[in-house]
């Protein structure tokens, strides 16, 4: 009899062990299958809330809103399609334009003996002309002290004031960058001008030692300290922006920054 019991203890507890086996393997399928299923069913439902604009709100845990927030972000302002310290400068104090108040100054420093600002030369005169009425585009001769560039400066507003800037311009950047005559004093100046536009040499001289031209000197040295350049060339736009080939990343891309910002400055206006 006790042989039969012992049997039978055994024989109910291997049915116990085989029915506490099925129950565990059931609710493990039954986790292993809802729990994806679950998981799906809220990733799609937050997509839609987020298409019909309904995105959830970022929680303290770091959620990112998804795509269909930004694109429900403000237009009004146009892009920002280059960025201030990493494009081009923005001056700490603005500098007094001599631009009509409802137009935009914009300024090439240069200095005729400057290979870089000889290369840009022509990408300024072809971007010149794609400029609006209301843009006002002002050469200025960079010079930081009395030396050749200064030299150089007081020959650009000489032939300006004679009204030769559009003819000589050029002319004075290729004679000096091509033809390696740098153009040092007065004298070479005149015969130059003499020679290649018959300009008298007494009219050039007293032209040169003008007041006028001093006052000229005078005041683009003023602007070129507050533009607190570093070298040339640079485009200087509404007295704020500095668009230098450092920060621009080559010489083409000045002419496109400087359009960006002319752009720019006209959309703050409006606001």
């Known amino acids: 009899m006790k042989k039969e019991d012992s049997l039978m203890t055994r024989k109910t507890k291997g049915i116990w062990g085989i029915a506490v086996f099925l129950v565990i393997t059931l609710v493990t399928a039954g986790y292993l299958f809802n729990g994806p299923q679950q998981t799906k069913r809220m990733t799609v439902t937050r997509h839609s809330s987020e298409v019909s604009g309904n995105a959830p709100q970022p929680e303290k845990t770091g959620d990112i809103p998804s795509q269909p927030v930004t694109l429900m972000a403000d237009r009004s302002q146009p892009p920002q399609l280059f960025q201030p310290g990493q494009d081009y400068r923005v001056l700490s104090r603005p500098v007094k334009t001599d631009a009509r108040p409802e137009n935009v100054e914009v300024v090439s420093i240069f200095w005729y003996g400057c290979p870089h600002c000889y290369a840009l030369e022509p990408k300024l005169e072809q971007w010149q ?143």
Not at 169 to 176: G, K, L, M, R, V
Not at 213 to 232: D, H, I, R
């Open 129 to 271: 002309k794609t400029l609006p009425a209301n843009v006002e585009f002002i050469r200025t001769p960079g010079f930081f002290g009395p030396n050749l560039w200064q030299t150089h400066a007081r020959l650009y507003y000489t032939v300006r004031n004679m009204g030769l800037e559009e003819q000589a311009h050029t002319a004075i950047f290729s004679e000096i960058q091509n033809h390696r005559n740098q153009l040092s004093d007065s004298e070479q100046m005149a015969e130059f001008l003499n020679r290649k536009f018959g300009i008298e040499p007494g009219a050039f001289n007293q032209a040169f030692k003008a007041f006028s031209v001093n006052n000229q000197l005078q005041k683009a040295f003023s602007k070129l300290k507050s533009y607190e350049l570093s070298g040339v060339p640079a485009i200087v736009i509404d007295g704020r922006y500095v668009v230098e080939p450092g920060l621009a990343g080559s010489l083409g891309n000045m002419p496109v920054i400087a359009d960006y910002l002319i752009r720019k400055v006209k959309e703050d206006r409006k606001g």
